[in-house]
């Protein structure tokens, strides 16, 4: 009986030693002014990204999954920086050969083109096989694509989206952009929770544009996202990089990120000439294979 339990024991602590871990990138807000635009145009007529990229795709490419907040339309021509953007469809083969696997679609420009806009946008997003979350064609859609559960080396990653406003532009039925109400986010946390997944991860645009701490609103919503079960914050909108927290609650830890800041831009006002990149690591420990015990057939 002795060498039985020893043999037992010995077994769990091998398999709890194979420890999973996952990485998740984060970038904010990916934007095309009108001299991005300009500056990318080739001789034919085209547009080449790829320089754009160049010195931060192999860290991108690194992480096992990278999301970005996609800050214009693909709306097609004409195609227009600041107030309505509307980026040449490059951009997106550039963001997708950069690496980035998950695009965030609910912001306050996305309904800059419109209906059409918004979704000829997710035409596109969907001809590169990229996930997204934020924005869908109709309640039927959203549905079956809400909340975002991405599953990769044994982790299940639940990913919320939602925005603060579209810049006073009203979505047309039946075209949903998701904005922040309590009510909804419950209801998409709920049903985050039923599948299980490893960590829910909600990502905010929110706050006040170029102010580098958060608001009230921004520390009051993070507070109440963390009670209803949400695991981590990734936040854009200030175009500014705001603090991060990390708070511990019992053995586990929670990220909040207030504002990851400009990642591919032309602004100009102070401070949002940089941004973030935010690396997570996930770890977990499988659960101990079921130990079948030995049979005497003497």
Partial sequence: MKALISFIFLLYSVTLSSQERITLLFVGDLMQHRAQIDAARTSDGKYDYSPCFSLVKEEISRADIAIGNLEVTLGGKPYQGYPTFSAPDEYLQAIKDAGFDVLLTANNHCLDRGKTGLERTIT????????????????????????????????????????????????????????????????????????????????????????????????????????????????????????????????????????LGNFISNMSAANTDGGLIFTLQLEKYPLPKPIRPLQNHS
């Fill in 124 to 259: 596109q997003i969907e001809s590169f096989s990229i996930p997204y979350a934020g924005t869908y064609r109709n309640a039927i859609e959203r549905k079956q694509l809400y909340p975002l559960f991405i599953r990769k080396k044994g982790f299940c990653i639940a990913i919320l989206n939602y925005t603060y406003g579209t810049n006073g532009i009203k979505v047309s039925a039946p075209n949903i952009v998701n904005c922040i109400d309590k009510k909804t986010i419950l209801k998409d946390i709920h049903s985050a929770q039923a599948v299980r997944p490893d960590a829910i991860i909600a990502c905010m645009h929110w706050g006040e544009e170029y102010q580098s701490l958060p608001n009230r609103e921004q520390c009051e919503l993070a507070d109440w996202l963390l009670k209803q079960g949400v695991t981590h914050i990734i936040g854009s909108h200030p175009h500014v990089i705001q603090p991060m927290e990390l708070r511990t609650n019992g053995n586990q830890q929670h990220a909040i990120v207030y504002s």
